[in-house]
């Protein structure tokens, strides 16, 4: 609470993994700690834990969430990004919810629970609770009057095989504004789904940097062999930094003709360091792409069916009174609970893998 000295940086580790009365203590001291000071410790907790994957600052994290400050709301989302932590879907549902909060805040909620729906999609969570993630993102779609909000929930809705969704991203993709367009790339490389793949390269070249950058990752993503050609003349006369990035990672995810002796020529000419380590770990995605591929003609062919979510599961439609909505934000929280307890004891080891997220998004 001492302004006028520099809070020590080594003590800045020990909010890592905090038992339950060191939540306490801080929890209890949190409002009265002034703003600048709180501002400062997440932007520090933030910064380390982008460095140090070790450091678990989610109980920090979870306190933070209740400030009244909407840059440390953000923040606190921002660690609790990758916590996998089905306790949490509640609360994020809830926030997205709150007109009251701010737009940027229910944006980056609306961001976070992406990775819930491709859990609920590879059967990491109950169908219920995937519903209700589902469901409050198509509620979020629908009623917020921000545009921000409404497209993070696009994005986030990439992943879910709900039959609503791609017609939701087609109308996206048709829209005048560009913003618009770039989140139905974000949301078509999502997907899974080779239906867009027109689309995606269409959009290859396009004049708006931002626009091109989601076409090129979603076309890493979709791993769309029809795209190489393109991305293999363009990577050298890039001129963005991220757009030259993205395409290197792109053309990892592809693999194929030429590919990895472009990589190596690029790493031969880079001077910048960042770039060699970009390139460096490229090749070393390539190799995995390309042992993947020899292994696919050794492999069974399995049935579709089994790699799939059952029909049965996704009966379900979207209602298209808005009013049956009213309530979706509340919930029995014995009844959820018990969801959440039962996938922790069926699932406490698992792991999962949902590619690569934008930080920049949360805003």
């Not at 029809?226 to 592809?254: C, F, G, M, N, P």
């Not at 599961?313 to 509340?330: G, Q």
């Not at 307890?341 to 997220?357: A, K, P, T, V």
Request: hydrophobic share 40%; proline share 3%; aromatic share 8%.
């Amino acid at each position: 609470m001492d302004l006028e000295h520099q809070f020590p940086a080594k003590l800045l580790y020990q909010f890592s993994d905090l038992n339950p009365q060191e939540c306490k203590v801080l929890a209890s001291s949190w409002n009265a700690i002034p703003l600048k000071r709180r501002q400062t410790l997440m932007q520090d907790l933030v910064s380390l834990a982008e460095n140090d994957p070790v450091l678990m600052y989610e109980s920090v994290a979870n306190i933070a969430l209740n400030d009244v400050d909407p840059q440390v709301q953000l923040m606190a989302i921002d660690l609790l990004f990758d916590c996998e932590d089905r306790h949490m879907i509640p609360v994020f549902i809830k926030m997205l919810a709150d007109k009251t909060r701010d737009e940027q805040v229910r944006a980056a909620v609306a961001n976070v629970l992406g990775p819930f729906v491709y859990m609920g999609e590879v059967e990491k969570l109950k169908p219920e609770i995937l519903k209700q993630i589902e469901e409050s993102l198509l509620k979020a779609y629908i009623e917020d009057k921000s545009d921000l909000v409404r497209r993070r929930a696009l994005e986030a809705m990439g992943f879910s095989s709900r039959e609503e969704v791609p017609a939701l991203i087609r109308k996206a993709a048709a829209m005048s504004e560009e913003l618009w367009l770039e989140s139905a790339m974000f949301a078509m490389g999502r997907s899974a789904d080779e239906q867009w793949e027109p689309s995606v390269l269409e959009n290859l070249d396009h004049e708006n940097v931002s626009v091109r950058i989601q076409a090129v990752h979603a076309a890493g993503e979709l791993a769309l062999k029809k795209a190489r050609r393109t991305l293999l003349q363009s990577v050298s006369e890039v001129q963005d930094e991220t757009l030259r990035h993205e395409t290197i990672w792109a053309l990892a995810q592809i693999g194929g003709e030429g590919v990895e002796r472009k990589l190596e020529a690029l790493l031969a000419a880079a001077e910048d360091e960042d770039e060699v380590e970009i390139l460096e770990e490229a090749l070393e995605i390539l190799n995995f792409t390309e042992g993947g591929e020899e292994m696919e003609l050794m492999s069974v062919s399995w049935d579709k069916t089994e790699l799939h979510l059952d029909e049965d599961e996704e009966d379900d439609e979207y209602p298209d009174d808005d009013d049956e909505y009213e309530d979706s934000d509340e919930y029995d929280d014995d009844e959820w609970l018990r969801y959440v307890d039962d996938d922790d004891e069926e699932d406490d080891d698992d792991e999962f893998s949902y590619g690569e997220f934008d930080e920049d998004r949360f805003g």
